[in-house]
């Protein structure tokens, strides 16, 4: 019956007909084999997302994404290990994966000037906000969260440095703190003999001579990157082991155990390098701080 069709029908029959083949096959069998493969032991928690649930079965995270410990007003909770920070969304949305896409070279603040009509032009430059946290976590873990290039208040040690010639040459006819807006008190009080103002709104800072001041913070600072840093996706439910001992005592002190004991729960939640020699070893934030709370549970 074919054969008497002209040649165009029977090549559009011929693609319709592996058209319906591929759509089965691909369609139907391949994902049903999928599914019917992640059902078998040892992969159907993993093919769920690693759900993780509490003692009453209340699913209570993801052990493959990260997420905050945080009270109702976003602040920390001083009994439990803290994340590594998130650009994804609001914070660990797995739909809003992402990275804040700034670089080394973004050290200026911007601000809300209430003279415009833009609804919020407030930004903090990726140097403010490292220098925020780090000023943050000091604070909240009682170590020194001193940066270089970031002031003592936890923002951007930057200058606009203005010069009387043509470019940058000439004397100096005046210096602005970029990252302090006024009234604060800049965090410096001269710089080359000309006195530091803070930063108006009207002030153009892209018109001086960009100037990071390093300051007198240590070599190595005593808040590791990953504490500072967001990841390229957001997502990271582990830190690092140095941001994990930086945060032993205060967990210890607030839940009022021996810090060998939360340092021992610290190992037994820890990762080594991926074949080896991929990597950093790691801590799952969720799991130790399960771990934590099976000792010594909330308070309800």
Known sequence: MFARLPGWARSHLAALRILLVFTVVCGLAYPLALLAVAQLPGLHDRADGSLVTDARGRTVGSALIGQSFT?????????????????????????????????????????????TRDADETRQSLLTQVCARSHDIGAFDGVDGRRPYCTAGGVGAVLAVYHAGPGYTGPITRVI????????????????????????????????????????????????????????????????????????????????????????????????????????????????????????????
Not at 75 to 81: D, E, H, V
């Open 71 to 115: 009270d109702g007003d976003g602040n920390p909770i001083p009994r439990y290990f803290q994340s590594r920070p998130s650009a994804a969304g609001d914070g660990y949305d797995p739909t809003s994966t992402s990275a804040s896409n700034l670089g080394p070279e973004d050290v200026v603040d911007t601000f809300d000037d209430p003279a």
């Open 177 to 300: 703190s970029v990252d302090e807006l006024c009234p604060a008190k800049p965090f410096l009080t001269t710089y080359d003999g000309t006195p530091v103002s803070c930063r108006t709104l009207g002030d153009d800072v892209a018109a001086g001579r960009q100037v990071l001041v390093r300051g007198d913070a240590p070599a190595r600072p005593a808040v590791p990157a990953d504490a500072v840093t967001a990841s390229g996706s957001g997502l990271d439910p582990q830190i690092s082991t140095a941001y994990a001992d930086l945060q032993i005592a205060r967990v210890a002190r607030t839940r009022g155990l021996p810090a060998a004991r939360v340092r021992s729960l610290v190992a037994a939640h820890t990762t080594g390098r991926a074949l080896g020699f991929l990597g950093e070893p790691a801590v799952n934030v969720l799991n130790l701080n399960r771990a934590l709370d099976a000792l010594t549970p909330a308070r309800q």
